[in-house]
C-alpha cells in the first residue's frame, strides 16, 4: 500500500449550468520514498487531483487516502508539505513571519524555526530578502519562500503543485537538489509540472494525465535505459554506393544512414566493402518529451 492512495477519483465542477468532469475516474499509487512527477497538458486535471489530496475541496466520487487516512481529515495532512500553484501568502508578512508562521502552524519551535529557516532561506539564496514584506517579492522570490516554509516543518511528504514555474535557472537547480535531498534523507514527493527535462531529471515515475483521466504511468528509469531503438550512423566514401535503404548525402563524400537498433552491426559490416571510414554512431532515443506529445496527442 502507497503513502498517498488515489482511488477512484471523479471531480465535477458545475458552471452555468453545464458539467465540467475536470477528474474522470482515476486511480494511482505513491510509495513511499520516490519522486512521483504529475504531467498533462493545461486543463488536465492536475491542480484539482493535487486539491482533493490536500483536502482543500471534496470528490464528486472516490477517495484519497494518506497514510490509510482520508485526506479530508486534518490527519492526514499532518507531516506533509504542500505548496500550491500560484501560492499567495499573507502579503504584509516578512518571509521571516511567513516562515515561523508555518513552523508554528507545525508544532515546531520558534528556536528551531530560526535555525532551520536561516539554513533553507541560505540555501535558496533569500537570506537578504527574508525581513521585507511579502507583497514586495517578485514570482520567483514568492515560490522561493512558499518552499521554504513548507521545508521548515520537516514533512514526511511534500505535494507541490508546478514548484518551479517562474524560477531563473539557478532557482530550479537549487529547487531540484533540494528535492533530491529531501529524498535521500527518506522523503516521498509528488509534484505536477510542465517541465519536461526536470521531471526527467529528478522523477522515479510519471503519472501522465489528460482530460481528466491517466493516460499512462511510466518509470523514468526505463525511459532512459530501454529508449534507444535506432541510430545514426555518419561515415565517408568516395565509392559509388549500391543499397535498399536509404542513404543520405550530407556533402563532402559524408553519408548518413538510420538504422534500427538490432541492424547496426550489419550496416558496420555492409560499409567495410566501400572502404568507409566511420565518422560516427549516435544513438536516436525516445525521451519524456517525446512519449508525452505522442501520449497527448493520440488523444486529441
Ligand atoms: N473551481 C472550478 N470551477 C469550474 N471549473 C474548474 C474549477 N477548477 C478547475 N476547473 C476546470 O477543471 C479542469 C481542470 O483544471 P485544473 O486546474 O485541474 O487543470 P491543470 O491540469 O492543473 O491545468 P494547468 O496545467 O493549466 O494548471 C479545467 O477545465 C478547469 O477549467
Ligand atoms: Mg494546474
Redesign the pocket.
Known sequence: MGVIEVKGLVKH?S?KGKR?K?VDGISFSIEKNKIYGFL??????????IKVMMGLIYPTKGQVLIRNIDASKPEARKSVGFLP?NPSFPEALTGWELIEFSAKMHGVSKDQARVRGREILEQLLLEDSADRPIRKYSKGMVQKIGFASVLVHKPDIIVLD?PMSGLDPVGRFIFKKILKDFKNEGGTIFF?S?IIPDVEDLCDKVIVINKGKILTVLDVEKIRTLSIRAYEIVFKTNKELHADFDIEDIGESMKKIKVAAPEVFKILDWLKNYDAELLSIQPISENLESIFIKLTQERQ
Open positions: 465542477f458552471q465540467i475536470a498533462g497538458p493545461n486543463g488536465a486535471g492536475k491542480s484539482t487531483t500553484e508546478e505536477s510542465h
